[in-house]
C-alpha cells in the first residue's frame, strides 16, 4: 500500500488547478444506462472511485472507454446491450455510490439486482430512502442474500417527499424518474451542485426535468433517452481543501478552474476565522498572511457547510487562536481524523456529534494512518503544517477522490512525495534442488 510522505513547514505558493467533481461524474456515468446510445463526459477526474464505475458498468455488459494521454479527462459510454443488471457486492463494498445504478436499471431493464453497500468508516451508509422512492414510482423491492432486487414493467410518475435530505438517493430517484410514465414531483430534495449537474446532462438526454438544485424537482417522464456530451463541473471539495491548505501554511495560493458560487458557506467561514480571499468566476485566491482566530462550525445539508470539508476545516482550526466548535450533522461517526491529529499534538475532545478544538497548537510529524477519503485529506492539511516528516498511510482512500494529489501539492512549494510498499527484495541465491 502506498504512504505519502510529507515535511511540514512550506507556504504553499503559486497556482494549483481544480478537476472535475467525483461526486458528479459518479452519477453521470450511471445515467448512461438509461440510454442505449453513448455518453461522452468530459473533465472526469481521474481517481480511483471513477475506475470502479467503469469496471462496474461494463461487468454489466457496457463499453466504457477512459480516455488517455490529451483525452485523459473524457470517458464514452455505450450501454446499447446490458447483459446483466446487477452490481456485485465485491464492488458494491469499495465504492457505495455503486447504489446510484438502481434507478438506472430499474427505469432502462425493468430489472436490477444491487448489492446493499453495507456501512462505512463514516457512519451506517443506509439506503431505505432510495428503495421507499423507487417504490413511489411503481417498484417492487425484494431484499434478501444482501441484496436489493427490484421490479418493474414500467415505473409510473408519483409524488414523493424524502424523509430526510438525500443526496445520491435523490439522484437514484430522479434518474428512474426520467422513464417514467407521466409527471413525477420530488419533494425535499439535496440541493447539491452534482444534483443540478446531472439534471443538466439528462436533459441534454432528451429528459424533462425542473427544478434541480432546489428543493422540489418536477420531471415529465418519456419513452426514451438519446446520447449527448456533458462536461462535469469543478470538484468543490477539492476546492475547498486547497483553499484550506492556502491558508492553513500561511500561502498565497490561486486555486483555478473552479466554481467560487459552489464554495460561499466556506468562504464565508473562512472571511470569520481571518482568512483573506478573493475570486473570479473560476478561481478563488487565498493568502494566508493573518492570524487565525477560532469559529464555530455545523455542517448542513447544502448550501450549508458541507461535511465533506468537516475534517479540513478541522486541522485549520487547531492552527486558530482560541476554542472552535465543530458540529457534524449528516454522519454519525466522522470524527475518525481528530485521534490522529491529536497524535499530532493537537488538542480535541469529542462529544457526541461535537468535536471541541482548543488551538492554536503546534503540530509536530507523526506517522498516521487514513480512514476515509476527507480523513486522509485533513491529515496531508494537518502534515503541510506539521514539524518535521509526516508518514500517511493507507492512501488509497485518498486516491479514491484526489486526482494527482502529489503532484499537484508538489507543484505549489510543498515537500511531499509516494512511497510505495517496500517489496521484499527477491533471494538472489540459486535454488538448490535437495
Ligand atoms: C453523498 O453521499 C456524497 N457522495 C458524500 O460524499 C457526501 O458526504 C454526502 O452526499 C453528504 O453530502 C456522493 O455523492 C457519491 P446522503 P450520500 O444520502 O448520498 C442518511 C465523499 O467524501 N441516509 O446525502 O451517500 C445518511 O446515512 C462522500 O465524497 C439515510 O438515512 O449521502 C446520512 O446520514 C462521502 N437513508 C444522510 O442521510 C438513505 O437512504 C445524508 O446522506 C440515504 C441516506
Redesign the pocket.
Known sequence: MDKLVIRGGNPLLGTIRVSGA??AA?PAMAAALLTEEPIILENVPQVRDIETTRKLLAEMGADVELGYGRAQHRTTICCRTLVSPEASYELVKTM??STLVLGPLVARCGRARVSLPGGCA?????????IKGLERLGASINQEHGYVEAKAERLRGAEIVFD??????TEDVLMAATLAEGDTVMHNC?R?P?VADLADLLNKMGAHIEGAGTSTIHIKGVDKLHGAKHRIIPDR?EAGTFIVAGALTGGDLNVAGCEPRHLGALLQKLLEVGVRTAHTTDAVRVMGDGPLKAADMVTEEYPGF???MQAQYMALATQAEGTSIITEN??ENRFMHAQEMVRMGANIRIEGSRAIVRGRTPLSAAAVLASD??ASASLVLAALVAEGESIIDRVYHIDR?YEHIEEKLKGVGAQIRRIGEMLPKRSVAPMVRA
Open positions: 467525483k461526486n459518479l457505495r455510490a463514516i457512519g451506517a451508509r443506509p439506503i431505505d430512502l432510495h430526510k435530505i438525500t443526496v445520491t438517493g439535496a447539491e452534482e471539495i458541507p461535511t465533506d449528516i454522519f477519503l476527507r477522490g
